[in-house]
């Protein structure tokens, strides 16, 4: 089965960027749906951006639109979500996950899930 290791969070000034990366062992990224979440403090858990596993489709939330994009690099075996324009708002920890053949599950139906990366926003 798949692994998936998440990487690139840390604490960035608002208006920054980072740029977070997804990992994938034990399965080859393209043959999966993979969205990224995050879950702040006291809140639900939020579908930021998605990726259907042949790439055909995309799925970006309206809290993020205009500011995030997701993208996979299949040599790479990684999904990337790059945030910009960031706000205290998106302090949360972000997940990524992924559905063998899947295509878009805004609200959380995949199977493998990765051990989340704390993004903090705050001057």
């Known amino acids: 089965q798949v692994q998936l290791v998440e990487s690139g969070g840390g604490l960035v000034q608002p208006g920054g960027s980072l740029r977070l990366s997804c990992a994938a062992s034990?399965?080859?990224?393209?043959?999966?749906?993979t969205g990224w979440f995050r879950q702040a403090p006291g809140k639900e858990r939020e579908c930021v951006a998605a990726?259907?596993?042949?790439?055909?489709?995309?799925y970006v939330a309206g809290s993020v639109k205009g500011r995030f994009i997701i993208s996979r690099d299949n040599a790479k075996n990684t999904v990337y979500l790059q945030m910009n324009s960031l706000k205290p708002e998106d302090t949360a920890v972000y997940y990524c996950?992924?559905?063998?053949?899947?295509?878009?599950?805004?609200?959380?139906?995949?199977?493998?899930w990765g051990q989340g990366t704390q993004v903090t926003v705050s001057s």
């Open positions: 034990g399965g080859i990224l393209s043959d999966y749906g």
């Open positions: 996950a992924a559905e063998y053949r899947g295509g878009l599950f805004p609200n959380g139906g995949y199977d493998y």
């Open positions: 990726i259907s596993w042949n790439g055909a489709m995309t």
